[in-house]
């Protein structure tokens, strides 16, 4: 008998038990959300807050900027004109590849921005060759970069194959559509300073 009376101890102490909410009636109402005023942000003693209204703490906070960065970058790319060489002249015609992202962070209550984007401009220019001008449509590829890596930044020439250019004339003239990538770095210095101050 004695040793049923202890198992019974034994159960109610080594028994494991979780809250759960028996009934409805005694408990604690749901809060109900509350769209935050100016005046309610403008009542907070607090100092002002980088980000949204509810991000008082300025806990982790991100925003996308995709689309106004793509169009951005678009934009940049499109002003860079036109080039002269010692036998000819081109220029960007057209952004055919803008892919990427571009976000700001808040963090902290700081602010951080980034962005990764790929690039592919279409090139088009006239060049003298063997005493005839010729038409050239090239490509610049810009493979991936980042925030603050413009000064690493590289590009792929391709033209479109003219089986009346030799191949000497068709390494000049690469060489030559390659100056468009300081113009280019000097865009994405812009894009990336604006980006910043948003």
């Known amino acids: 008998m004695e040793n049923a009376g202890m198992s019974d101890e034994k159960q ?27 005046q309610d942000q403008n009542n907070s003693s607090q100092t002002p807050n980088l980000g949204s209204v509810w991000n008082s703490a300025g806990t982790w906070e991100e925003k996308n900027l995709n689309k106004w960065a793509t169009e951005r970058i678009k934009e940049l790319l499109s002003s860079v004109g036109s080039l002269e060489f010692s036998n000819g002249k081109a220029e960007v ?30 090139v088009k220019g006239e060049w003298l060759v063997g005493g005839e001008t010729k038409k050239v449509k090239g490509y610049l590829d810009i493979p ?10 590289e590009v792929m020439v391709k033209i ?35 980006l910043k101050e948003r």
């Open 12 to 38: 109610q102490t080594s028994s494991y038990t979780y809250w759960v909410r028996q009934s409805t009636a005694d408990a604690a109402p749901l809060p109900v959300p509350k769209k935050l005023s100016s």
């Open 93 to 122: 015609s057209e952004v055919s590849t803008c892919t990427g992202d571009a976000f700001l962070v808040t963090v902290r209550n700081k602010k951080r921005v980034g962005y990764t984007y790929e690039l592919t401009l279409v």
């Open 144 to 153: 991936e970069f980042s925030y603050g890596e413009l000064d690493d930044l």
């Open 160 to 194: 479109n194959e003219d089986k009346d250019l030799p191949a000497q004339d068709k390494q000049n003239i690469r060489q030559d559509l390659k100056s468009f990538l300081q113009p280019v770095r000097e865009r994405l210095m812009q894009f990336e300073q604006e």
